[in-house]
């Protein structure tokens, strides 16, 4: 019994990872009157209202779209990476939705994110429904940094997931990477951070052990793990792998 009772108190005692909501909602309210491409769409899941940016393409006949996961405490329209992909490719046919992820306080080691991967397959599903309740047939997925290793986890555990292409950027996590059966783009920088870079030969390797005939492993020269003053060649890379 007392092994027991020690057993629970240890377990009371351990804090109850879940996103920081108030962090969540001050990006929101930081961002949504101000966009300049986009509107803001919230999502509902699990009882919380999730913001995203929904931007349509001019014209979009293939009824394509686009979900967009950004990297650790960061949101849907960070300038890096992730407002550059979510406005441009709406130019090549591709309706784009960013969605706020799970973020935690700021200074967390990302290795303290892995308890909060699980609240990111409800946030994809709500986003793949908000896409398909606006006429979208064919979904894909691009992600950068942290949101990549998220949206590896959620491939990897949602094998029946109706999207249909995965681009992750700046993953540095080869541990999922067997398990994604989709076309894959890995696409890093040279300068990449060193986590990226001391991973890229075992992401290779896991895609390759699984057979993944649709792998593909993308460097792209003198970029870093952000891609300043690459967002073009970024842009080029996504769409020509997608078309």
Known sequence: MKKILISLLLCFSLPLMASD???EQRWKDQIADFLIDGEPLMLEVDGHEIFAIYTEADENPKKRGMIVIHGIGAHPDWSQVVQPVRVEMTQYGWDTLSIQMPVLANGVDGHQYRPIFKEVAPRI???????QENGIKEIVLVSHSMGSAMS?????????TVISNFVAIGLSDASLVGKVQLPMLDLYGSEDLPSVLNTVKAREKAANSANNK????VVVPGAGHFFEG???ILIDEINAWLK
């Open 152 to 160: 590896t986890y959620y491939i990897a555990n949602n094998p029946n």
């Open 230 to 232: 690459k967002n073009e």
């Open 214 to 217: 649709y792998y593909k492993q």
């Open 21 to 23: 909501f108030e962090k």
């Open 125 to 131: 599903e709500a986003g793949i429904l908000a896409l």
